[in-house]
């Protein structure tokens, strides 16, 4: 099977390219740039102008979508939000007019998605796939982008739909990339702390489990509708940074650094750091037979930061 992948040159992107080759896979990506990508065909795309090379789309059999700007690279003027938005509607509605338009055999798209989706702050309230949606920014840009996936849902193939899955993707742990380099290095440096209380939760997951969930959904037929791509413990922010030091032997000698510090350095933005989200992965756990390779943060943190 040829697997087309969108937004394959981030930090999940290039790990998951890597599986699936070791998987035995033919990886494709659609991007912007045409710069090479070693054992793996690039076409061209553009979301803003709304060009797509299509002969991406006649050769696949699966899609893996997860174009999107990054949530936290830059903070929330009206433009970025705007740019953070279309990125990810646009660019699926750009796929779901070449499905329509191109013969193809596409008949599984597997998307990204975030636990954002029920808002930035829940506070220590259990969320599971069945819980409602927040009304916050996060939640407003999650409704809209699943929204234009099941546009895709509506399409069909040989006269058969498209099997779509969205994966609600929580905080992911890689050095490629993300929060976790940037919690590791002051930590190492001794300069390491708890952000606001520390009291608020990250739902996390291990890169490769990320990775692997995604391409279980992509293998298995029974996966359908929305997941939440976390691993099976949320921890508190305090939690997170006192595991950090443990595995790398510093010790934390800082006070907490305090909200306002970070709101205003960050403005709206600090709520990706200052939200707390406690995400059960309840579909994963009862409907699928994912397994974990790292279901606990220090075995995850072990992995990645030694």
Known sequence: MTIL???GTGSIGRRLVELLQAKGYSVSLLSRSNKPVPGVQVYQWDVKTNQIDTQAIANADAIIHLAGAGIADERWSDSRKREILESRTQSTALLAQALQRTPNQVRTFVSSSAIGYYGGDTGDRPV?????????????????????????????????????????????????????????????LGAGAPIGTGQQYISWIHVDDICRMYIQALETESWQGAYNGVAPGPVTNEELTRQIADVLNRPLILPRIPAFAIKLAFGELAVTVLGSSL??????????????????????LEDLLL
């Open 128 to 188: 599971t796939e069945s819980s409602p949606a927040g009304t916050d920014f996060l939640a407003q840009v999650t409704r809209a982008w699943e929204r234009s996936v099941d546009e895709i849902a509506a399409i069909k193939t040989n006269s058969l739909p498209i099997r779509t899955v969205r994966i609600r993707t929580g905080v992911v742990l890689t050095m490629a990339g993300g929060a976790l380099p940037k919690l590791a290095q002051p930590i190492r």
């Open 5 to 7: 992948i969108t937004g």
């Open 279 to 300: 995400v059960l992965n309840k579909r994963i756990a009862n409907e699928t037979t994912f397994q974990y390779q790292f279901p606990k943060l220090k075995e995850a």
